[in-house]
Structure formats: C-alpha cells, structure tokens
C-alpha cells in the first residue's frame, strides 16, 4: 500500500514503524480551596518542566547546533512569561479551578490566537504553545517523558504530529525517518529533519491510522511517498534508489571546498538564497560561494512593527561577517503582491502581481525606504555586501532608486557614519521589459541577477501559484531562453556579471544550457548548490 504526503526532508528509510502513542493527559476539572497550594502544584510543575527543557536542549545544542536549539529557549521563556502563567495563576484564583483547567483554557486561548493568524510560520507557533502547556500537563499528573529516546535500530517513527522536544529526543542513530499526520515544510519538525538530515514525510492526514508497530516502510523523502509492507519487487526497486542516493549524497559532499569550474576552465559562482539571516550557515555548510540573494522582506514579516534600522543592521552585518568576505547580494524589500505587511496595510488591488509592489512602493514610501537602504550602507562597512533592486521595469526606476541610495550615502556621511563607497548596486531581471532591453540598464547596473520565478510568469502570462495553469510555466519555452541570453550576453557586452537568482538556477535540466549562455553565478537554495556544482563541473564548456 502507497501514501503520498509532503516531502520535508530527502533520502530513503527502510525500516520498521515505531508508532508515537498519543500521550495525551486528559484534563478534569475540579474545583478547589487551596489556592496558594495549587498555585504551588502549577509552579512546581513549571520548574520541572523548565529543567526537563534544560537538558533536552543541552542535547539539542550538541546534534543540531544552537540555532535549532533556540526553540527551547523560546518554550523556556513561554514557561518564565507573566502572560502565560500568569494568566494561568490568575486563572487559578478567579475561578477555583485545579492548575490543569486553569491550564487548559488559557493555552486554548493561545492557540485560538495562532491559529487565527494569516502567515504559515505563525500558526505552526501554535504547536509550540501545545508543547510546553503538554509537558507542565504531565508533570501535573507525574507522567514521564515518553519512550522516544529509547527505540531499536532502523527505526521509522510514525506521529500525529512530532513536537520540538520530541524531535530533540530522537536517537540519530536508530531512528532514521519520521512520518506525521500533519504539518508542512516549514514546521519544526520538517526543519529539524534537514537538520539531522534524516527523510521525513509530513502531512500524510491519517498514517497514524494506517500503520502498527512493526510494520515495515519505506521513506522516499524524494517524492513524499510511504509504501507500507512493500512487496518485494518495490523493495529491491529502493533499496537500489537508496544505495545510489546514498553513493551520490558521499560523493557530492566531496565538493563542498572545491571550486566550481567548467571542463573548459571556466570559474562559476554557486551561491545561496537566504530568508533569514541564520539560514547563511546551511549555505556555508553546502560549500556555497555567498549568498546570490537575500530576501529582506522576511525581516518584515512576522511581526506587528517595522523593523528599525538598527535591527536591520544587525542582521545585515550578522550574513555579511558570517560570509568572512565572501559576496551577499541583498535585495531591498520586495513587498505587496501575494506579501503583505499587517503594518503597513495596502489598498486591494485587481492584479497585485501587476501593481502596487516592490520597487514601485519603496520610491513611494520613501522614508520606509531609506531606513532599509541606511542600515544596508551601514553594514557595508562589515563584509562583502551589494545591494539589488527588484522589480525594475525602466530605467527611471532604477536611476530613481539610486539617487534615493546616494541621499543615505550623503547623510551617513555627514553623520560620520562608515560604509563602503564602492559597493556595488545591481538590479533583478524579472519583467521582460528589462530583459529585452537589457543593454540600457547595463549602463547604469553593476549587475545582474535574472529572477526566472517571476520572469516566466510575465512572459508567458501564467500565475506562478496558479496550478491549473503550471503547464505553461515552462523555463525551457524559447522565448524565456531568448530573453535569459540576452540578459546574459548584455551584462557581458557591458563587461559587468550576470546572475540568477530564481528557481531556474538550480534547475537541473537547465543548468547546462545556462553554463552554455555564459552565467557567471547561480543562486539557489543551499541543499541544491552541491547537486548544482556537480553539474557545472561536468559540463563541456
Ligand atoms: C524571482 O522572481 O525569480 C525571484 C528570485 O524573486 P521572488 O521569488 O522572491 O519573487
Ligand atoms: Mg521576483
């Protein structure tokens, strides 16, 4: 029997299930008198709670590094949170109720909020509330741990739903996949699977169901297939996809310190895409040559304010340090669209892909602008940094944009404030008008970068989010090509590099025809750049 899921992490497991029991404490109310000394009872069951996250994350630190640990430290710091046990206390003494119905109704409440909100990330926070409100449960009622530190060998853990401190507990190695009912790619447990690099399939609706104890599975973290008790053709079919998988992962790690060069000599750039300025460290780990694209608009996002420029400059220096030299190419904010700002509130619009977004609101909204571009100037002075603009359609917009940066320049200068003079100030190729006439714009870039995700959609007239049109969204179409090799060959005809930054640069298929037009670098995400290089390297030209 097969079930196709969401992908959250590649490779392949065979092994056998080990189903997750739902330990699920239930909640009985009762009234009480003592308050003080259920106050006691609740306090008691935090301090246990926040030693028990103590060590896992102690562990945590040890396997996944600090980073993925800090989920821990953010749970620790729910437990230390006058708004939460607070309101549980209070909880406690307005109504009489025992510490797990106070518990209860205010981690519900929580919950209720995250659920609520818009932004993916966001709600799956609401798994971090239940997990902490879970682990004061069981201390509540002395239950333990839970067995998941404990499995045989080969084994394949089956969830609902896998929470941090469950993924923490993991025994790397004996458990080598995991499958859940629910969750995406971009839940806790999905980025801790990449993390520990074991294949996960999340989302898989009712696998708990499904499966016993024991059972035998295969995890095909490629394609998010699960095949259960395989026959044993489908068997010796994966474990020969496992072996060659396996022998091509050892390999591609070989060339994680190896420059990228073509058969014929030439050096060619495999850089990274970040969000975030931590995801640097995944790029340097695949043996990224920088960062090809910072999306600055993820440091928007998330929250209830803009962030200052101060903020900003941290995390711009943070990437740029981290990089010790190596190039960040950092995009200003590429706002509205499907990208929204609770914040910064945008009217509706009839063809958001076509209006109100971008560099079109950032010469708008010139003082949101310049608090980014200052604290890009600012952090100049720390690292490899250059600046791209996106969405550039005339070269109006571009010059625009310029003279905005000079202004910051000016008035850093005057307050005696450093950053680097020469840096270099490039634009995003994604509207075919810039591709076509690429020739003019290059007499104002420093560079290029072809943003296919959106070039394809302009040109060809396909939503890139719209399934029922995916059809049409082809990189290969020759028109596409055409535009690519213009962009290409102008930035050269300028004496200048060109780049991409879209999905298409790590596009196996397309790889060598790019190598052939002559892109200088190819950003893409960082688990892609080793596959990526290995291409490169193969390719004649
Ligand atoms: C692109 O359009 O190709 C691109 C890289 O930008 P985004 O995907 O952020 O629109
Ligand atoms: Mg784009």
Redesign the pocket.
Known sequence: MMKKGISASKGYAIGKVFLKKEEKVSVVERKIEDVAGEIERLKEAARASKEQLMKIKEKAEKEVGAEKAAVFESHMMLLDDPEFTGAIEMNIENSFVNAEKALQDVTDMYMGIFAAMEDEYMRERAADVKDVSNRILKNLAGVGEGDLGNVDANTVVVANDLTPSDTAQLDKTKVIGFLTDIGGRTSHSAIMARTLEIPAIVGLKDITQTVKNGDVVIVDGIEGIVEINPDEKTMKKYEEKKLVFEKEQEELKKLKNTKTVTKQGKRIEVVGNIGKPEDVHQVLENGGDGVG?F?TEFLYMDREDMPTEDEQFESYKYVAEKLEGKPVVIRTL?IGGDKQLPYLPLPKEMNPFLGYRAIRLCLDKKDVFKIQLRALLRASAYGNIKIMF?MISCVKEFLDAKAVLKECMEELKAEGKAYNENLEVGM?V?IPAAAVAADEFMKYADFFSI?????IQYTLAADRMNEKVSYLYDPLHPAILALIKNTIEASHRAGKWCGM???VAGDERVIPILVEYGLDEFSMSATSILKSKQIIMNTEI
């Not at 943003?451 to 070039?455: C, E, I, Q």
């Open positions: 694209l999306r590429d996106p995003m994604e943003g296919t995700n959106d070039l930054c879209g999905e």
